[in-house]
């Protein structure tokens, strides 16, 4: 892939992104950390006391945990990626330069926050007394899965949204509608039986499952669950690689 | 490498823009069902020169005639949609200086972010970092963030970072307005001295003084056309009739 061979613009980029990002604000990059934080308090207060989610052995927190770290650099991620070719718009007319950088700098730098947010989970973890797990050693594996089915909805959403701006108008309702698609707030089980066929075709179910099970449960995942989401990240990914190599080659006349 | 290879060549060039940008779906919709109504207009027609190693082309004509345009082309920003653009080199754009610069950031930061977008890799930035900030007279502001910087001192900065890179092909557009004069001066003793080392300039200027003084060949563009391309003297002559 041409973006290991520019590694040192990709480098730049990330550090221009991080650097950048919460400069002029009082907390810095400690927001990072708030944000999930405050997501957490305010839905796990919802789902425990005002409608209850049982959850069995794991406190519910814990378990809504587990799922809103993946999930939110999935969102935040996505978020980013999207506009980041219309924001590098000055660079995109001026200089020729490999374009798919951009959405991949976006997303390496969201994978910073994702690492910091797992480690305040395993805080957590240790509080609340859930032990930690031998199949945390699985969390790579499934973390290059993820990346590559974000990378390749990036490459479709950042290259179309060139065209029509419409695509970043419109990411903010369709990620809330994926999130409520995806057991970040549930257990999947809580999903009628004659509904799970459809259910599980979304690649997010079977990833989130995975976390929960090397994190949480201590197992492995099914290798249904691997298989399936890899499969999934790979045709997606190629097929975003299509798309934006096909629509990147005119960015400059029509940005 | 022959020095009488040419190392920019446009064989036919045309290129095209639609008149209405569709930036709203809703207005690509109503276009599918209006089939035919897609209008297109060619901003440049069959344009054919090629440069050489030590050439220096100047660029003229009004506003809206694609000279810019010309520049992206051969910059690899945009591609043709009618006959080829080759280019043998590499190439540092001085469009605009500073398109790649973040203003949060310091102007160390800023050297590093905007060589490896010109495709410098990070250890050629360390080895020429202290002559990009002593060319561009930043010594005592080198850590300061740029959004601090004078319009003069960013412009000093981003010329320092282009000339840097050590390119085959400079692409000058206009660039030069700002700045003291003595600055002004300085850049152009510099890029004198890229056009002695037997490297490629082309200019994008209204200033007939500066192109009068500075290139060996001019090309007058009307209309998305060459209208004249030749000795600089006739060519400015002819531009100013």
Redesign the interface.
């Known amino acids: 892939m041409r973006i290991f061979k520019n590694k040192?613009?990709l480098?730049?980029?990330i550090?221009?992104d991080i650097?950048?990002r919460y400069?002029?604000s009082f907390l810095g990059y400690v927001w990072v950390i708030l944000v999930p934080l405050i997501n957490l308090l305010i839905l796990s207060v919802v789902f425990s006391f005002f409608i209850r989610i049982e959850t069995g052995d794991i406190p519910y927190t814990m378990y809504l945990f587990a799922g809103l770290v993946p999930w939110l650099f999935t969102s935040t991620a996505i978020v980013s990626a999207t506009t980041s070719i219309v924001q590098n718009t000055?660079?995109?007319?001026?200089?020729?330069?490999p374009k798919e950088v951009f959405p991949a700098a976006a997303i390496f730098s969201k994978t910073i926050d994702f690492s910091l947010n797992f480690v305040i989970m395993m805080s957590f973890m240790v509080y609340f007394g859930v032990s930690i797990k031998w199949t945390m050693a699985l969390l790579p594996l499934i973390f290059v899965i993820h990346f590559v089915l974000i990378l390749g909805i990036a490459y479709i959403l950042s290259s179309i949204n060139v065209?029509?701006?419409?695509v970043e108008n419109v990411i903010g309702v369709f990620l809330s509608m994926w999130m409520y698609l995806t057991p970040v707030l549930y257990p999947p089980e809580i999903v009628p039986q004659n509904l799970r066929p459809f259910f599980d075709l979304n690649p997010m179910t079977a990833l989130i499952n995975s976390y929960r099970d090397i994190i949480l449960f201590g197992r492995t995942p099914s290798w249904q669950n691997l298989l399936y989401s890899f499969v999934a990240a790979f045709v997606v990914f190629f097929i975003g690689g299509l798309i934006f190599k096909r629509l990147s080659?005119?960015f400059?006349?029509?940005i | 490498m022959d020095s009488d290879k040419p190392v920019v060549i446009f064989n036919g060039v045309g290129k095209r823009f639609k008149k209405e940008r569709k930036l709203l779906l809703k207005e690509a919709l109503v276009d599918i069902f209006k089939p035919g109504k897609s209008e297109y207009f060619w901003a440049l027609k069959e344009i054919s020169f090629s440069l050489k190693r030590g050439d220096t082309l100047g660029i003229i004509g009004k506003n809206g005639t694609g000279k810019s345009t010309i520049l992206k082309l051969i910059a690899g920003v945009m591609f043709p949609d009618e006959g080829k653009v080759t280019v043998h080199g590499n190439i540092a754009p001085l469009i605009e200086l500073g398109a790649g610069f973040h203003f949060e950031l310091s102007g160390r930061e800023n050297i590093y972010l905007n060589g490896v977008i010109l495709g410098l890799t990070r250890s050629e930035i360390d080895k020429r970092f202290g002559s990009i900030v002593k060319f561009a007279e930043l010594e005592d502001f080198i850590d300061t963030p740029i959004k601090h910087y004078s319009s003069g001192m960013y412009m000093r900065l981003g010329f320092s970072i282009a000339v840097h890179t050590d390119p085959d092909i400079l692409l000058v557009d206009e660039i030069l307005a700002v700045g003291d004069e003595a600055f002004q001066r300085k850049c152009f003793k510099k890029i004198r001295e890229i056009q002695t080392m037997d490297k490629t300039v082309v200019f994008v200027s209204h200033s007939t003084d500066l192109i009068r003084e500075y290139c060996n060949k001019v090309m007058l563009v009307e209309n998305g056309e060459i209208a004249l391309l030749g000795d600089p003297s006739k060519v400015i002559a002819a531009y100013k009739r």
Request: charged share 40%; net charge positive; glycine share 0%.
């Open positions: 040192d613009l480098f730049e980029l550090k221009r650097k950048s400069k002029q000055s660079l995109i007319t001026k200089v020729a330069l065209y029509f701006r419409d080659r005119n400059a006349d029509v």
